[in-house]
């Protein structure tokens, strides 16, 4: 018996370590997990919180239109000027996420005189420390001399390596001021972003509680610095504020709207963060009368080592198209050296759609900038919006399969209803586009010409040739 009872006592021994080692194992899997997570909101100094932020704001749009090109401002304000108003109302701290730094002309380069306004900017940036206000900046990994000064000026500069986290790029592009104001567009930190290329964005002044959302994007791509792998698990403290269900209530300029915060790609959204793909889609299925959209790119491909058919933006207009009554779409297209020329065949096809139809309406157009004598590209339509009836979608990303799935930006979505005597922003923004689409630069897709967008002309086709 005694040798029995040892003997069931070393059993019970020996599961009682079997359940404290699965135990021990489970605790340190989840401590694992928590600290895989990425945790941010170091700087608590702000005392800038959800329950107090503010929803009274004032919003300009802003653009730059190079000199060369004679179209004119509408109820916009300079590029250049907006951002160095932003630097003169922050007090504590500038964050910037921008996928190149190159604000000075650089060495392999003329010195043109366009590079003045990038030059200005980069100076106010490196004053900053003299006004006691911290700048961190994310950028991709990039060798950029204008990088290393403001980091000898007292900058905080953290690298993505997207290639190892997605196989993609940072086209992100925002600034967060003070956590109260934004900035938001197509244009990076390049001079010709400020001089020679056509950009347009919105900067939003005094409206903390959208602000404070944007500035979770910073901070999740502050924490993934030099790292090759994504977090299991995403911080709480990352999770949206608002999104495509849950939009945020605000004022801008004294007239009812509703915005939140989008991103991409899918890989980069926490909990409750509506990706870029999904507002672009709730754009669209709100639109009633028209949409409206201005890209550098449109591209619905994956185009990788096998490229293959990408058909997400695509099908969401197709089915615009065909479910809705009397719907208009404009498409405009940049017509530049690195356009693709399958493009005109993806055009072509969603306007056959509408060939037999009168309920619906596509038209496209491709806007060829300027070309001066010295071989340099002057206007290129660098912008990434869209806009309908209802609302704005304006982004960072081409609409090309591959930036949507493989790389970062960040997109904005705000919607308006007219009221008498306020001019909306969705008006304005319309206002900008039909003002574009009307200019002598923008050229009609017709079916027996093909715009040869590499040498900037438009070219007669074969008359052999089948119509795409």
């Known amino acids: 018996m005694s040798v029995f009872a040892s003997s069931s006592c070393f059993l019970q021994s020996q599961h009682k370590c079997i359940v404290i080692f699965a135990l021990v194992c489970c605790c340190a899997v989840l401590i694992a997990l928590i600290f ?94 003299s006004r006691s206000i911290s700048l961190r900046v994310v950028s991709g990994l990039t060798n950029s001399s204008e990088l290393k000064v403001l980091a000898q000026n007292g900058a905080d500069v953290h690298y993505l390596n997207m290639t190892a986290l997605t196989k993609g790029q940072l086209n992100s592009s925002f600034w967060v001021v003070d956590r109260k104001h934004m900035y938001i567009g197509s244009a990076g930190m390049d001079w010709r972003s400020l001089s020679t290329m056509k950009e347009l964005g919105v900067i939003i002044y005094n409206c903390s509680c959208l602000v404070l959302d944007l500035h979770r994007i910073f901070s999740l791509y502050w924490q993934l610095q030099y790292k090759e792998f994504l977090p299991s698990i995403w911080s709480k403290k990352l999770n949206a504020l608002n999104n495509r269900d ?111 139809s009168e309920s619906c309406s596509v038209e496209v157009k491709f806007f060829i900038p300027q070309k001066q004598s010295n071989g340099y590209l002057y206007g290129i339509n660098h912008n990434r919006y869209m806009v309908t009836d209802r609302a704005v979608y304006l982004g960072n990303l081409n609409w090309v399969g591959n930036e949507f799935v493989y790389n970062a930006g960040v997109g904005v979505v705000i919607s308006q209803q007219v009221e008498q005597n306020n001019s909306t922003l969705v008006e304005q923004m319309k206002a900008v586009f039909e003002r574009d689409w009307h200019s002598h630069y923008s050229k009609t897709l017709q079916p027996n010409k093909i715009p040869a967008c590499g040498v900037h002309t438009v070219k007669e086709r074969p008359a052999s040739s089948d119509s795409l």
């Open 36 to 129: 895989s997570a990425v945790d941010v909101w170091g700087d608590d100094e702000d005392d800038i919180v959800e329950e107090k932020c503010s929803s009274t704001c004032r919003v300009v749009l802003v653009e730059n239109i190079p000199e060369d090109l004679s179209i004119t401002y509408k109820d916009t304000v300079s590029l250049a000027a907006g951002l160095r108003e932003l630097l003169e109302q922050a007090h504590r701290s500038v964050e910037i996420a921008s996928p190149w730094w190159a604000l000075n002309s650089t060495e392999y380069e003329s010195k043109p005189p366009q590079a003045k306004q990038g030059q200005i900017l980069l100076q106010k940036l490196m004053s900053l420390q």
């Open 246 to 356: 849950e939009n945020l209530q605000l004022h801008l300029n004294d007239t009812k709207a509703q915005a939140y915060i989008s991103s991409s790609p899918d890989v980069f959204c926490p909990k409750k963060r509506t990706k870029d793909l999904e507002a672009i889609n709730k754009v669209i299925q709100e639109a009633e009368t028209f949409i409206y959209i201005s890209v550098t790119n449109y591209l619905p491909l994956l185009n990788r080592s096998q490229p293959r058919y990408w058909s997400r933006i695509d099908n969401m207009l197709r089915e615009a198209l065909i479910l809705k009554k009397s719907i208009k779409v404009h498409l405009l297209i940049s017509c530049w050296e690195q356009t693709e020329p399958l493009t005109v065949n993806f055009l072509w096809s969603l306007k056959t759609l509408c060939a037999e």
